[in-house]
């Protein structure tokens, strides 16, 4: 049972323009909320958070956002940049029944120059 | 700088033997995770230690079994390797379970 989730496997962005990319979730119990991202043949690095009593959270370039009710969280690169490609996972936690982090199953980011 | 060390960025192994992937953290970190990542699949945990000598399965604990005589060192264990285990194997350290993991450089294990 995936709880988390990433529907889109893949994504191409122009270089400048704004890359969106999505996650769902089905626990409602996630309160916690973070986004990593992955180049090849390295580690998972963190990018950003979230908790659920914020609804946006800002770094940069870098911009989530979390509708509760919808179970959905986006992650927002304005703008995009060529160092923007890898793959970006999201991955969710809850206070209670489920601590560590749960992953979804990734989204490659392609910046087109 | 944070640091999680994985002692090998590739390893090939034969069908039957048996595998050790190692894996240091510099941050005193009470949590310690061992992951494998494979396409289409994500990041799926194996299993995790929250202190020494203490340790829980993961979502896919099968084949596989881990130790943990410091704190700062965790081994993952394939007692007897097979095809399907031919994956990327990440590693990661934590302060707690719900904060941000730092990950090691990865192992990508080939199993022939």
């Known amino acids: 049972d995936q709880q988390v989730k990433q529907n889109s496997p893949s994504l191409s962005v122009q270089e400048g323009r704004i890359s969106i990319l999505n996650c769902d979730y089905t626990n409602s119990m996630f309160d916690y909320f973070l986004w990593y991202k992955k180049y090849p043949a390295e580690g998972p690095t963190f990018l950003i958070s979230?908790?659920?009593?914020?609804d946006k959270n800002e770094d940069g370039r870098f911009t989530v956002f979390l509708n509760k009710s919808a179970k959905h969280l986006s992650l927002h690169i304005v703008p995009s940049q060529p160092g923007d490609s890898a793959v970006y996972f999201c991955?969710?936690?809850?206070?209670?029944?489920?601590?560590?982090?749960?992953f979804g199953t990734g989204t490659r980011l392609t910046i087109i120059p | 700088d944070v640091k999680v060390t994985q002692s090998s960025r590739y390893l090939v192994k034969r069908t039957g033997e048996k595998v050790f992937l190692e894996c240091v953290q510099d941050?005193?970190?009470?949590?310690m995770f061992w992951y494998r990542q494979d396409p289409g699949l994500g990041l799926r945990l194996i299993y995790f230690s929250y202190d020494v000598k203490m340790k829980e399965k993961g979502d896919i604990p099968e084949g596989y079994s881990v130790s943990r005589e410091k704190k700062e060192r965790f081994s993952l264990i394939l007692e007897s390797a097979s095809t399907n285990q031919t994956s990327m194997y990440l590693c990661?350290?934590?302060?707690?379970?719900?904060?941000?993991?730092?990950f090691g450089q990865g192992t990508r294990l080939t199993v022939v």
């Open positions: 979230i908790s659920s009593i914020k």
């Open positions: 991955a969710a936690s809850a206070l209670v029944g489920n601590e560590k982090l749960t």
């Open positions: 941050m005193d970190h009470e949590n």
């Open positions: 990661a350290s934590s302060l707690t379970l719900r904060v941000e993991a730092f």
